[in-house]
């Protein structure tokens, strides 16, 4: 950075030439880091006073980053330029021991044991009712800084603009979305959270509108806004906007509703600034279009400015980068075709050869405390529950079955209602569905690939006769290529709900033994 001001007189943010949009300002970046390290590093946990951070704007000058440096800097977040050389060097001996004394601070450091990253629905009533829990990164900090500066800038200038945030798995979408919903809520602003997903909203009202039935109505649907006032809110924050469907009239939409508008217009026009969190690449259902392509569009129709960020290349959240980009290989979302799994100390990745094993590990998990849950692409019918109140076992390999999860909204038999099958921990003794897992992550992720998707020679096929989605009968709606999009991408999603670990389990023989050939035997984190 040569030279920065602020952006639109927002101090959060920095208007940089070499860069496309705004980014957050270096002193609150190294603020960040910092509490990220005492929030995470267990050797800080009774030090965080001998946490001290700075930017060094190595190629900057005092002259040409004078605007950013009204804000003040503190302990843990001040700024030096290059012109500054010698004051940094000077602060840099006054932070730091020399000689070996300094060698064993780095060592203790480097080998501190690294405390659990906060699970979302843990702490989400903390962060939505009183104060803030996420450390946001990068650029997670650089999106919810620009939205909140977009909502002011919305309000003075009685102006609309909308904002993109793309990412994959583990990259912080739902952190920044439930981070600004508790923000917006302080600031008095009128803001709501909707999702396509029942599953997704009806725990986010559980756990986030803990006791708190005011909050539990923030959390809505995307078809809630059908006859919403334009501009009612000040934000609209749209978690998992990939769902985002061509129309929000179903078979329970009353008739004054029914007409040909488009989700998308309903979602715009609800708010000054909607903001919609997406992975394209889990888009699963036909009639789903929440692409960038498809917001972008409709916003350039409609003048509507429009502010994308894309997280892919930040520091994750949880899970591992290295894993993501293995799966989107591995089933041809990415170019490069598969390649083998080079390991990472931070993620396991197992393939098995029987559901037994794959139950064995996963109960193996939960008894040392984590979070684990079994899923399984759609291949196998799917029943009522028996007269008795019983459950039927459905998901059969062999001498191994299990239930699927409840389709409804009461419990039975002990199960979970659907809803609550990925945060109620009786849900483990279920076979989740795409529907609904998308959304939630676990410590531990079983996924049984169904036989609708076989490795053949040196390519996956397809095989829509072994799926059993009533959504993907008609081959006029969802074509062949069309089918094998989607199901590749409904693998993409049950392959990376695991934050520490997976393990894969294939009833082909021919797809399971290509796995293994992927995996190394060694596990990665010994």
Known sequence: MERGTTYEGDQHLVTVPAYGRPVTHPVLQVRDYCDYLVDFTVVLEYRSHAVAGAAYLHNATTTGVSDLQRLPGDQRGRMFTGDRRGEFVDYLKSRLAQGRAGAAHADELLHSRIAPSR????????????????????????????????????????????????????????????????????????????????????????????????????????????????????????????????????????????????????????????????????????????????????????????????????????????????????????????????????????????????????????????????????????SDPNKDGTLVNDVELGDWSKPWNLKGERTIGGAPAAAFWASDPAGFGQVGCVCTAQGFEHDYAGVIIGRDLVWRSDRWVADRTENKDPDFRNTKAVGNERFDELVRNVYKVLLTRGMQGVVIYSPDRETRQFLKTLITEADPRA
């Not at 997670?140 to 909308?162: I, P």
């Not at 903001?275 to 409609?302: C, M, S, W």
């Not at 393939?351 to 040392?368: K, Y």
């Open 119 to 382: 699970q979302l629905l843990t702490v989400a009533a903390e962060e939505v009712q009183k104060r803030e829990m996420f450390v946001l990164l990068d650029e997670q900090r650089d999106a919810y800084n620009f939205v909140l500066h977009s909502v002011e800038r919305a309000r003075r200038a009685d102006s609309k603009s909308a904002v993109v945030i793309t990412g994959g798995p583990g990259s912080g979408k739902s952190v920044i979305a439930l981070s600004l919903m508790g923000e917006l809520m302080r600031q008095g602003r009128a803001a709501m959270h909707a999702t396509g997903s029942r599953s997704f909203t009806q725990t986010l009202r559980k756990v986030a509108g803990k006791r708190s039935p005011r909050v539990q109505k923030m959390f809505k649907y995307f078809n809630s806004f059908m006859d919403a006032e334009p501009n009612d809110l000040d934000v609209l924050i749209l978690d998992e906007a990939h769902r985002v469907r061509e129309t929000s009239v179903n078979r329970w939409t009353k008739s004054t509703l029914r007409t040909s508008r488009p989700q998308l217009d309903e979602l715009f026009a609800a708010a000054r600034v909607p903001v919609f969190l997406l992975d394209e690449n889990q888009v699963v259902r036909p009639g789903e279009q929440g692409t960038v392509e498809d917001i972008e569009k409709y916003a350039a129709e409609h003048g509507i400015e429009v502010q994308r960020i894309n997280l892919d290349d930040q520091f994750r959240c949880g899970g591992s980068e290295a894993y993501v980009e293995w799966v989107q290989r591995l089933l041809g979302l990415h170019r490069g075709g598969p390649i083998s799994w080079a390991g990472d100390p931070r993620f396991d990745v197992q393939v098995v050869d029987s559901p037994f094993q794959l139950e064995d590990i996963m109960e193996q998990q939960r008894a040392e405390g984590l979070g684990a849950r079994i899923t399984a692409g759609y291949c196998w019918k799917w």
